[in-house]
């Protein structure tokens, strides 16, 4: 399988902070939505300054289709999108204005499909984006990624602080740019039910370390939580454990194979598991 | 380039109509009367008023994302650099222009508004000699020191500037004799020295812009 982004071993650390990005590797195939997942300061934005060369990393490869992307690159950013969390572009310019100015910078801008865009997003074409609501701001700046004829869009907590509305407009637009083959999508997010509707894959991070990579559909139909308490739990072969957590008068086991489990330990109680779950126990949990 | 170029213009853009508004009300009153004091006061701070303001958006980018989102786009960090180098000449000779302007009106209308012409010569040599090394302490320190002082990078690099022009005028007081020559040798030697500054910091601020990470 192709890749149009590969990561190998990436490491960065903040010395001050103490932070530590630990020997990162995931890949992006083509035609596909990875969503990488973490809570707040684990590592996300950092990884992706490590993709963009925003952040200059410790050690370790990241190729983007297929090369290692330096700062005369330029023709590989002219095929990358990006869309960062909040205030994108200067409040004081005009939708027209940020159109203008992008047109000086990409070879394939498309002022029509701008413009579409913004009939589209219900954008207005004149009005200062200082006084866009958070959500047009945003609906602003995936006009504007997508608007150049990317093949990768990396979308950094792009569709935080959305409402439900909103962001699942977005997401439709998301899923539209993939059905192309050659185009993918990193979604960095928290926001676990996006990562459910449009993912393709899903990769963890916590602490700075990777922890799970999986296709969704393997987490979603594969993946389980065990319900049971102490006695059971001490009956549940290691193996199988991928974490666990202790509540009041229950402990919630994460198998990787939940029919096979189901079979195996039939007094104990399966649960399909949801994205947000799977979180929980992989960064809340104990792993043995 | 095109994209940066553009960037800078509208960034620039609010800043420098209100400037300029602010220049030809004053540059009609300056017009108007006589006081050699108001035409150097406005030579002097209407070509750093145009270099400041154009200064100063570097800054303004960084109270958004868009500082960041620009190294994800199809530019090198060099070029990023040079533009805003190139946005502050142009922002310069805007200054320089409104200067020119009034001057020559001030002169048509009541003669040479000097003792001696040359003295409006000297008097430009100032402002642009300020500004080069206002840019030339400026952009550096910004990319050095991080965004967030911004506003205190501008002022000192104001107070820096101004320190400069007049360590060197003194030393040319005192190592030239008086004299017509001497005066053109003075003007000569401040321009090139603020010029060379600015040419010379270029290449720093590349290379300390190149390892900050955003």
Redesign the interface.
């Known amino acids: 399988m192709e890749h149009i982004l590969e990561l190998e071993h990436i490491s960065k650390t903040y010395p001050k902070s103490n932070f530590t990005l630990s020997n990162l590797s995931f890949s992006l195939p083509y035609g596909t939505i990875l969503g990488f997942v973490g809570e707040n300061g684990a590592g996300k934005t950092t990884t992706i300054g490590c993709i963009l060369n925003t952040i200059a990393k410790d050690s370790g490869t990241v190729k983007l289709f297929g090369k290692e992307m330096q700062d005369n690159d330029t023709d590989i950013r002219e095929k990358i999108g990006v869309v960062y969390d909040g205030d994108n572009f200067p409040g004081f310019w005009t939708a027209k204005q940020l159109s203008q100015v992008m047109n000086g910078f990409y070879d394939r801008w498309d002022n029509t499909l701008f413009q579409k865009y913004l009939a589209d997003f219900e954008l207005p074409e004149n009005q200062k984006i200082k006084h866009f609501s958070r959500g047009m701001s945003m609906k602003l700046a995936i006009a504007a990624a997508l608007s150049h004829h990317p093949k990768l869009l990396i979308l950094d907590e792009a569709t935080s602080g959305l409402d439900p509305i909103m962001r699942d407009e977005m997401l439709d637009v998301f899923l539209d740019f993939v059905q192309e083959e050659n185009h993918s999508i990193l979604l960095s997010s928290h926001i676990t039910s996006d990562l459910e509707k449009v993912a393709d894959y899903i990769a963890f991070i916590h602490n700075g370390k990777l922890i799970l990579t999986a296709p969704k559909d393997d987490l979603i139909y594969h993946y389980a939580v065990l319900r049971c308490k102490e006695s059971q739990f001490q009956s549940i072969d290691r193996k199988d454990i991928l974490a666990f957590r202790k509540r009041d008068f229950q402990i919630d086991v994460l198998v990787p194979d939940g029919k096979e489990a189901a079979k195996k330990y039939r007094d104990i109680v399966s649960d399909h598991v949801s994205i947000d779950e799977i979180m929980l126990l992989l960064v809340k949990g104990e792993q043995l | 380039m095109?994209?940066?170029?553009?960037?800078n213009f509208?960034?620039t853009l609010?800043s420098a109509k209100a400037l300029a508004i602010i220049m030809v009300l004053t540059g009609a009153f300056i017009t108007a009367v006589i006081s050699q004091t108001l035409l150097i006061s406005y030579i002097v701070l209407g070509i750093i008023g145009f270099a400041e303001i154009a200064v100063s958006i570097v800054k303004?980018?960084f109270?958004?994302?868009?500082g960041?989102?620009k190294?994800?786009?199809?530019?090198?960090?060099?070029q990023i650099i040079k533009s805003q180098f190139i946005n502050q000449l142009i922002w310069m000779s805007v200054g320089t222009l409104f200067a020119i302007t009034v001057t020559a009106l001030s002169w048509l209308l009541h003669g040479c508004p000097y003792d001696s012409p040359f003295d409006i010569v000297t008097t430009f040599v100032l402002g642009i000699s300020m500004s080069f090394f206002m840019g030339a302490v400026f952009f550096p320190l910004f990319y050095l020191n991080g965004e967030e002082r911004g506003h205190v990078f501008i002022s000192l690099s104001l107070v820096c500037a101004f320190i400069f022009c007049y360590t060197i005028v003194s030393l040319i007081n005192y190592l030239i004799e008086p004299g017509f020559n001497n005066r053109l040798l003075g003007n000569v030697i401040l321009l090139a020295a603020s010029a060379m500054a600015y040419i010379l910091s270029y290449p720093l601020t590349v290379r300390i812009f190149?390892?900050r990470?955003?």
Do not use: D, I
Not at chain 2, 71 to 78: D, G, N, Q, W
């Open positions: 095109k994209g940066l170029m553009k960037n509208y960034a609010p303004e980018e109270s958004s994302k868009w960041k989102y190294l994800t786009l199809p530019v090198r960090r060099a190149r390892r990470e955003y």
